[in-house]
T-cell receptor
Framework: DTEVTQTPKHLVMGMTNKKSLKCEQH?????MYWYKQKAKKPPELMFV???????INESVPSRFSPECPNSSLLNLHLHALQPEDSALYLC???????????????FGPGTRLTVL | AQSVTQLDSHVSVSEGTPVLLRCNYS??????LFWYVQHPNKGLQLLLK??????LVKGINGFEAEFKKSETSFHLTKPSAHMSDAAEYFC?????????FGAGTRLFVKA
């Protein structure tokens, strides 16, 4: 299985809602990533988990809260978002988060988030 | 310092003609270099990668790229464009410290 899956595919939420994005991979990868991508821009790294521990937080606002329940799952909990948080949220995984030969990332299809 | 520059924000070719998407990089370490493709409202798919083996790298869908250390370039090419190649292409540099995405090049393919 060489696939990263993400649910839901689309999400519309109000600024007072709490929702979660889910990501799953069964490739035995030990690093997982959350990216935010605005239209016509490259993905921006938000968080990196390495061996189920948060290793990188790119100064993301606390209204985004990541969670890694196990080595195959990655969640992104959303609370009190702003309209400018509307974007495509991409999950990725790789064999490891350091070392050049391990940095190939496999991406999921993304969740299209709209905040009203 | 690490950086990656995609020299063209848009490239337009006719179907059946060659494709050239340009990428220059800088890195303090020996980097790995990647090209990813993204079709509209989709995730990113790896086209090819360079990890210090052969300098000419062949990828999927007929794409290839050549690592030129002296020019710090990793340009993506394809001999003959197909309509399905129309997409956004990202050049990515990765070393022991960080992974950096280029700004992207939108490829248009005309019939």
């Amino acid at each position: 299985d060489t696939e990263v899956t993400q649910t839901p595919k689309h999400l519309v939420m109000g600024m007072t809602n709490k929702k979660s994005l889910k990501c799953e991979q069964h490739m035995g990868h030990r690093a997982m990533y959350w990216y935010k991508q605005k239209a016509k821009k490259p993905p921006e790294l938000m968080f990196v988990y390495s061996y189920e521990k948060l290793s990188i937080n790119e100064s993301v606002p606390s209204r985004f809260s990541p969670e890694c329940p196990n080595s195959s799952l990655l969640n992104l909990h959303l609370h009190a978002l702003q309209p400018e948080d509307s974007a495509l949220y991409l999950c990725a995984s790789s064999q490891g988060s350091s070392g050049a030969s391990y940095n190939e990332q496999f991406f999921g299809p993304g969740t299209r988030l709209t905040v009203l | 310092a690490q950086s990656v520059t995609q020299l063209d924000s848009h490239v337009s070719v006719s179907e059946g003609t060659p494709v050239l998407l340009r990428c220059n990089y800088s890195s303090s370490y020996s980097p790995s270099l990647f090209w990813y493709v993204q079709h509209p409202n989709k995730g990113l798919q790896l086209l090819l990668k360079y990890t210090s083996a052969a300098t000419l790298v062949k990828g999927i869908n007929g794409f290839e790229a050549e690592f030129k250390k002296s020019e710090t370039s990793f340009h993506l090419t394809k001999p003959s464009a197909h309509m399905s190649d129309a997409a956004e292409y990202f050049c990515v540099v990765s070393d022991q410290v960080k992974t950096i995405f280029g700004a992207g090049t939108r490829l248009f393919v005309k019939a």
